[in-house]
């Protein structure tokens, strides 16, 4: 069957590749009909992730329709279309004990430690599959929303609070979405129109073009002088790191999705003169897939403006190598595979 | 009636100050009748806290006897001994709005912002009185434990859990007990045996001698290799504050109880990546005063070794001098006013 | 100045009373400008409040104006608009204690134990005031949409979480609003088709008619077969009270705002098997409130359509008796008092 | 193979059965050790248990060693103890998307709905076993102890927090335990002094014999007349399941694990009056495991006061009937099966 590879840093390639043989009898076969791509899938192109060995197949934003049956599990039939969570998890971390697998220390992704779904079929584990009324390019954007909602979870952004997103691109997009969902005010903050004009349609009801407007002022203007409730950054620079801490309002919360190139400096005073929560998130929990599900079955999130791109598999290998030149030219790309 | 009055940056002086006069319908009038110094006081004594204006009265670990019946509030007796809470808060502030005034962004704590209580006779209001089945020394510590209370309350520390205290000095010993309290397993940490073996009977089941031992594998061997699932600071260096986040167990909680004189550097990654949740802690709640009074009612702390100097008033502006000038040799000091 | 009496059972009359001459200094003099009147009125005028002693003042729905500035009280000025919470709280008992001050064992509600604000001039408490851009008419819906919203908190209901409300009148239709602005899926439940409409504008996605419909039937086609994660019970009879338990799903929530005037008998094997939380719901708390605000400031309220019947003073005690006779065809009572 | 088999209500009998022949790929084989009874053994051996069919081999409480290697799982041993969660879960139902496996809607219970584990061999899936540093018989008491545990925790018992245990029996003694696991002040209830003196032993301050104690006035007294915040109903008879709600203070938690054979009749107005939460506890989750582990590990627990009875597997038959018809006789049973 079919396959984009990546071959080694800056390479990816076409290939063909032998079908699953066997599965465990937890698991079903899918047929892979839609991947879309995320920023780590360009850091796994260029060689930056190192979890990443090569060759490898990527992908990990599936949508997926179920090839066989598998008897033990007669619910999941033929025929249905399903999207699927990427994660393993150990069992026995610390956070795995904690009910928290989404940061399992040996959690293994999709298309990053493990091969990815960029290829015709692939086995899952049943307890990893979500149906939906969703078509299958909505269902291929649950889980790059997950990210962001599961921020969102983490912040405890509630109904009336006011909550700033630094960022409205992919993962930041999920975070305005999620804390809209949740009935938060939400103030999303972008350099870039486009971007803010889409988190405008995923649910932010102000938006802030850092590139001209003072940030400090704005927010302040829209939050009684206080600052926001949460602050969600979704960019990565040290300096929106700090800023994030700097702008939240006392005893508010800050959450980081991204990881920041360089070390951060803080001065740490205003983590106990605030009476701070700061708050990492990583990956998502099986309920953030169910509010994303729900979110999407309402109709609620503009699926069409967000995928900007959507190619054959033959075209993976250029538009990799297009991406990696020119980052900004993109946002969601999303490959039809079958 | 007397007085300590902190005059300039490194001088007190024994003085004569006017009686409260009136006072305020919430308010009752309290005879003083022992006070605690900590960390915070010599800080104001030594010109180093930017919120203290000259002069000023130091105090705010209170043991007081109620003097007079304000006849709005009968439950409270001419003779009652009761402590204080030596906070304000506006109740507009996030802080106030979240039900979290002991972060008020406009507190003003007895003896920092405001006159405290190194004197004969102050007024209080009612709200913040606490009585208890305790000794007006008992009385007298309540207020600096609570401030490790809180610690152990904003981290969650929960029964059979692993919980890290770094520094078992005055606020490190409130956290350890109060981790105690809560039933989890305390390991206490510090450069000072003698402050370990008092940690000890705070409630730490073991104790690390951080000169000596390899922390992080000490750590690591009490942990089953995950690390405590809870980290308080009380120590307030660079290297203790990075050092939390790094030995922290996945999904696990860091507290800062202190103030890092310089910008800490942190290596973001590890907020994400093990999804931490990092939260400053700052005074205390009316719930951590009644956690406390119940712990020494039990006679659960070592109130005797925690102590290591009593003085009458009229020694403090010297004993100010010595500890400024020999830190390490004091620990607890407490003063019998009248 | 004019007030409405209620004199005894069944009686009520505009009267002449004294203005309040002085107040305590935490307190601000207001000049009452609307009172809404509620169910719990009724009671009172029906002589079946046993909390109620005659004479008495009823009302405790405001909206009012400050009418002098308390010198310590600056941000508070005359000419101001305001809304406020009628409770009063001892400070002492468990519910205080554990800072759900809307629970007191001793409050004292405005115009139940102590008299209320249906007359020209109140004193009140700074600290129980609420002020928001909106009008008198919404100000004066403020309180009674609290309770609700009490409820709605109280059965931590969620972004996108089916919740099912039982009776729709004022205090349901609250809770419709409430579990809305939380980001829920509200299925409004009433017997009556002028309320579920109403109920619809307030937030209801869903709404079932219960004279006519399979209310079983219908919430399990709403919900998966599952149930609402949710119900909230604002009708008050032993029937619906176990209908709740009965209908929500397994670990769901069942919230309780009224009182059933009989014993209600259970299956409680259905609360162990479901491992169901059965919680009651009281009055409402200070975030309660500013929720409420927030609500009525981004206008997702009907608030021309809840209130069914505005009326000078004067006609109190007529519409009392003519309310008192025909309860079904009142809905909410607004007063203009100045 | 040995099994001890309920033949039909009220008659068991030592049988052979087969050994299990194959197992799923998640599954280890366990040679049982020791197993304990419960009262829902009782109850199936009598034919009470709606959810038994017969034959059934009855037999939850579990201690046993592994018998052979599964390769997928190399951490698990043969020749290591272990104790076992006896549950199943679907997956699907409200319980298990809201990640509360214990209340599932279809779980299957060892024992119950499917054969138990009262003889030589089981298979059992490596998800659901524990191993800890214990003795097979405290390997074989953690599961009853969970019962309890869950209860301590539904019930949110909290350090300092006066809780009291209604029933001192096996259940209610493991709520004890985990009541004082938590730090909480545990006030045990029970008629039988022997039980009384056993709570003592797990945790509890303070004993009331409901012979001859004025029940509400003792817990007023230990309460300072507010009542126990949490109170921990594990007998199952309607006037305690009453007295719960009446006795408890406000805005307390009555948490119920048994089930009332008759249907329970309530003054529903305590329930919002107080504003209480009244909660069903069903079964345990992996933390209560986890947790029940950690405590006998540090042999908090009197484990040989609390086995009454060790038998051979010969002598069942023989002891379920005699239990059946004395049951105040026995209070926990043990079988040494291998």
Not at 47 to 56: E, I
Not at 64 to 90: F, Q
Not at 128 to 141: D, E, G, I, P
Not at 158 to 175: D, I, K, R, Y
Request: overall charge neutral; glycine content about 8%; aromatic content about 6%.
């Amino acid at each position: 069957m079919k396959a984009v590879v990546l071959e080694a840093p800056g390479r990816a390639s076409l290939a063909t590749v032998a079908e699953p043989q066997t599965h465990r009898d937890d698991e079903v076969l899918l047929r892979v009909r839609k991947i879309g791509l995320c920023g780590s899938d360009l850091n796994s192109f260029r060689g930056r992730n190192p979890l990443v060995t090569f060759p490898r197949i990527p992908g990990h934003e599936v949508a997926a329709t179920i090839a066989e049956l598998n008897p033990k599990y007669p619910d999941w039939l033929p025929g249905m279309d399903v999207t699927l969570s990427p994660y393993t998890n150990c069992g026995r971390c610390a956070s795995c004990l904690r009910s928290r697998p989404n940061a399992c220390q040996f959690n293994e992704t999709l298309g990053v430690q493990r091969d990815g779904a960029l290829t015709e079929f692939i086995t899952a584990r049943v307890d990893r599959l979500y149906r939906a009324n969703l078509s299958l390019k909505q269902l291929c954007l649950v889980e790059p929303l997950t990210v962001g909602f599961h921020a969102a979870a983490r912040g405890r952004a509630s109904a009336g609070e006011p909550v700033a997103v630094f960022g409205c691109g992919g993962v930041g997009l999920g975070a305005v979405a999620g804390c809209a969902f949740r009935g938060a005010t939400v103030i999303g903050l972008d350099l870039d129109d486009d971007k803010l004009a889409i988190a405008r349609k995923a649910g932010a009801t102000h938006i802030v073009n850092t590139a001209q407007a003072d940030v400090k002022k704005e927010l302040a203007e829209l939050t009684n002088g206080r600052g926001p409730d949460v602050i969600i950054e979704a960019i990565g620079l040290p300096h929106t790191f700090r800023a994030a801490v700097e702008l939240v309002a006392f005893t508010g919360r800050v959450v980081y999705i991204g990881y920041a190139k360089e070390e951060v400096a803080y001065e740490t005073r205003l983590f106990v003169q605030k009476e701070l929560d700061i708050l990492g998130s990583r990956n998502a929990l099986p309920g953030d897939f169910r509010d994303v599900i729900r979110m999407l079955e309402a109709d609620r999130f503009p699926v069409d403006e967000a995928v900007t791109h959507v190619v054959p598999m033959e075209e993976v290998p250029g538009i990799l190598d297009a991406w990696s030149r020119e980052p900004a030219r993109f946002s969601k790309i999303m490959i039809n595979v079958s």
